[in-house]
Antibody, heavy 121, light 107 residues
């Protein structure tokens, strides 16, 4: 089955760190750009970051630049989001997504189920 | 950053109706505009990519058009299962940005 499964969410205090994982199956992971998109409770979708197929090109939203790091391990079919210096504004559901097509870093054609990150003291 | 503005923010329509949702970009994004549907508690689902291309498995009741800065998503023959929030997204440049969403209620 073609799918993405996120993990690693949870409750953390402001200033702490968390690493999210997203494991792919059912397709050739190493052919695709991967992205992270988040959604605060009751709010809209916000793009966070993306990474190309070989892990050499990364892009970030200004709101997370310098605090979050996206990476991947193609041998493990997994993309990560290391989140440091978390604030309450980082609270939300984090979705990982696969590019629509091989070598496409734009639209998201496959989404994970999401993992909830709550930053609160 | 490119700002994406959707209108209306919400709308209510009846079964069988046709509705149009508009998305405007603050600058030209050529045709790099995508549409997603999201139901409560679920992940988004891609409907249309690059303005007018129907994603595999998506019913033909969904269609998209536009160019440069102005785009539309049209849904025909509304059914109760079309009740959802719809988002446009520009993938022309980073940071990738989404519209604020349009909540569609089926009466």
């Amino acid at each position: 089955e073609v799918q993405l499964v996120e993990s690693g969410g949870g409750l953390v205090q402001p200033g702490e760190s968390l690493r999210l994982s997203c494991t792919a199956s059912g397709f050739t992971f190493s052919n695709y750009w991967m992205q992270w998109v988040r959604q605060a409770p009751g709010k809209g979708l916000v793009w966070v970051s993306r990474l190309n197929d070989v892990g050499s090109t990364t892009n970030y939203a200004d709101s997370v630049k310098g605090r979050f790091t996206i990476s991947r391990d193609n041998a493990k079919n997994t993309v990560y989001l290391q989140m440091n210096s978390l604030t309450d504004e980082d609270t939300g559901v984090y979705y990982c997504g696969r590019g629509c097509f091989s070598n496409s870093g734009g639209c998201v054609g496959l989404w994970g189920q999401g993992t909830l990150v709550t930053v609160s003291s | 950053d490119i700002e994406m503005t959707q209108s209306p923010s919400s709308l209510s329509a009846s079964v069988g109706d046709r509705v149009t949702i508009t998305c405007r970009a603050s600058q030209s994004i050529r045709n790099y505009l995508n549409w997603y549907q999201q139901k409560p508690g679920k992940a988004p689902n891609l409907l249309i990519w690059t303005t007018s291309n129907l994603q595999s498995g998506v019913p033909s009741k969904f269609s998209g058009s536009g160019s440069e800065t102005d785009f539309t998503l049209t849904i025909s023959g509304l059914q109760p299962e079309d009740s959802a929030t719809y988002y446009c997204q520009q993938s022309y440049t980073v940071p990738i940005t989404f519209g604020q969403g349009t909540r569609l209620e089926i009466k």
